[in-house]
């Protein structure tokens, strides 16, 4: 029993080091769209992780990490998740940190609706109004009508939609396949597409602090990702979903320290109704006895 409460300590410890790490990388993506354009940033991004896994992976594993059941799911996946970031990316330009993190943290209660609608799973009327309530939140935060309310918002909207396959189909891979081996190839797949852009947007970066931004958006994301690797690998998903919605705080702290952006009460109230659902969401899966 030690053992096994170690193991979740340990698991919940990697989780909030990750939505840390993703944090920091928001907010200096956001910082560096003012000096450098966007796809620049994300191919460096991809091919910061894609160089840093082949690196620490191919040693060890050799060509066997290439090995995979479902390569046309791999590709797949890794589209999806180069959507994602796409999107978080331009979103994170045009909108605050803080607000651009809790709509985008909506996410597992649409995969929840994605799921009961593509996939037949039945849904309990509670899990259904943490649903409706999260949604709320989401609308509280952009109120449309009011001067928060522009093109803006489809970002992130969008970057859920697209994020939910993702988790889905992630979700349905993990039985078969190698986590490692989908890490490998989501970094490689997403510098692939990177690549396609490259020659229609390239700048050097002009100084010293650019790169540095660049190295250090790399290394987040990077570490990010295997730090939620970890934490997955000790811990049920239903025990660690609670604590990624500290990324909302992480998020709102670095607009407040690197953009001197504070929400405004409304923003924060939905911003709280959004991490009320999703915690309780992830309580209700606890009760219902799932993984």
Sequence with gaps: MKHASAQTLS???????????????????????????????????????????????????GLRVL??????????????LFCSSLLAFFGLKNMPVGEFTAIVMITPLMVTLMAAMSLGEKVRPLRWALVVGGFAGTLVIIRPGSQHFDWTVFLPL???FSNSWFQILTSKMARTEDPVTMHFYTGWVGAG??????????????????????ILMGITATIG????????????????????????????L??????????????????????????LGAWLTVREGRV
Excluded: N
């Excluded at 690549?195 to 790169?211: H, N, R, Y």
């Design 158 to 160: 969008t970057l859920v």
């Design 67 to 80: 090995l995979t059941e479902h390569p046309r799911f791999q590709l797949l996946r890794g589209s999806l």
């Design 11 to 61: 698991g919940i410890g990697f989780a909030i080091l990750s939505v840390a790490c993703f944090a920091t990388l928001d907010t200096t993506v956001k910082h560096i769209s003012a000096s450098l354009p966007l796809l620049v940033a994300l191919w460096f991004r991809y091919f910061f992780q894609a160089l840093a896994t082949t690196a620490a992976v191919l040693p060890q594993r």
């Design 254 to 279: 670095g607009g407040y320290l690197v953009f001197s952006h504070v929400p405004d009460q409304w923003t924060l109230v939905g911003m709280g109704l959004v991490a009320v659902c999703g915690i």
């Design 225 to 252: 990702h295997y730090f939620l690797i970890l934490a997955f690998s000790r811990a049920p998903a239903a025990t660690l979903t609670p604590y990624l919605y500290a990324q909302i705080g992480f998020a709102a």
């Design 193 to 214: 597409l990177a690549t396609l852009a490259l020659p229609f947007v390239w700048e050097t970066p002009s100084d010293g602090f650019i790169w540095a931004q660049l």
